[in-house]
């Protein structure tokens, strides 16, 4: 029971008037320690029960010891819109008898307001990275007197590259704090290395495996030909399955609008959800899907964490989701607290190794299921067996004599090859007489008839002896 908790009156009036009669296993391992103002890393799924779990530790901490003239106490940092809308809802639901204010910080929203929220510095701020960031870098906001820093999906953090801004943020609070970081999964290297920079001796809680997550979901897979079968599939499935909510996952933004658009010309109750739409019509189509207005939603994997709708009780995998843990976290919207929910996954030849892999890291088997009527031509892809006969050898390289080829041997093939040159065996220099200079050669090629002859410089004689015979002029 709650009241073992040893919490404040006002805290349990909240919690009798919320319906909750017992705490869930995430709330009974983390609210004692948590209450120790110990750090924690907890493993645990969206609807076990952690966002009360990590908030009413808080919120108790804060009625116990008031602490005036102080900046934000608590900062929640979760990766979806989404996901902040309902943890602050549920912040708002367990403090309405406390004097204790809230705020929530994300994008989409008008920036100015959310400056004037921060001036009054709340005990409490829940915001995504990005937003939060953007006040930060402009000094709007106050976080050295921080208490409780609070990282709630943190692998969906990672998946979305928030990293960096997490660890913007956590700079910025107090370096003497209570951290609590909540994970659907502690395994990734990256994970790890972000929880030793941001906890100082925390404790380890895992609380559900992939296995517990899945006992109350019944999962199937339909095989199908291509983008058009899958269409006539789930609109088959749509009216021949019995449901109060079926939520529709698709891998892509421009996919979840076509497909909305093609079940709606088929006469379905059908709302759309992905990143690229507007703040205001992401609001409306989530209340439409609460309300029951719309008994259709088809989304990308924005919807896959945060949302805590009551009565999804079919999940259909339009496209097979990229990874385990968003295929985890998609039939994980069905099956909750108990109930029990199916899930329909449908399996193209482009979908056949994620819905393999799927099998193999689970090991969960989703049955296979057909339609009448709509029966694929495909029928998997079958792994093929390695024979000693099918194993081709690699052909042995010759280990011959031979140098290794020259860029310009290879240049030179089919030319034909120059006389080798054939030097003195007595590398003794050839007499100056002997040697023919580069003029004479010249003036040998010149053809002696039909030219010119080549003028010969005569030789000058110095000191010519007198001709005794010459005859000379006299006076």
Known sequence: MFTDFSLDRRINKAIEELGYETPTPVQSATIPLALEKKDLKVSAETGSGKTAAFLIPAIQHFLA????????????????????????????QLTRHTPLKGMIIMGGEDYKYQHSLLRKNPEFIV??????????????????????????????????????????????????????????????????????ELLEEPE???????????????????????????????????????????????NTKVETDQFSAFLRYKKHHVVALHGDMDQLDRKLAMD?????NAQIMVATDVASRGLDIEGIDLVINFDMARTVDDHIHRIGRTGRAGQEGTAISLVGANDWARYTNVEQRTKQILSRRSIKGLEATFTGIKKKKKTADSVKKRPVKKTADKSKERVRNRKNKGKPKRAARIPDQENTKTPAAETETASERVIKSIPKQGGFAPIKKKKKVDNLPLDLDEEHDSD
């Open 127 to 196: 915001a995504t990275p990005g937003r939060l960031v953007e006040h930060i870098e402009r000094g709007n906001t106050d976080l050295k007197d921080l208490e409780v820093l609070i990282i709630d999906e943190a692998d969906r953090m990672m998946e979305l590259g928030f990293n960096d801004d997490v660890s913007t943020i956590a700079a910025q609070c107090k370096k003497e704090r209570q951290t609590l970081f909540f994970s659907a999964t502690l395994k990734p290297h990256a994970l790890s290395a972000l929880a030793d």
């Open 204 to 250: 380890t809680l895992l609380l559900n495996t992939r296995r517990d997550q899945q006992l109350h979901i019944r999962q199937q897979h339909i095989l199908a030909d291509d983008k058009k079968h899958k269409q006539n599939i789930v609109d088959r499935l749509l009216y021949d399955e019995s449901f109060d909510k079926c939520l529709i996952f698709t």
């Open 65 to 92: 010891k008031d602490a005036k003239d102080t900046g934000t106490r608590a900062l929640i940092i979760v990766p979806t819109r989404e996901l902040a809308r309902q943890v602050y809802k549920t912040l708002q």
């Open 288 to 292: 439409q899907f609460r309300s029951g």
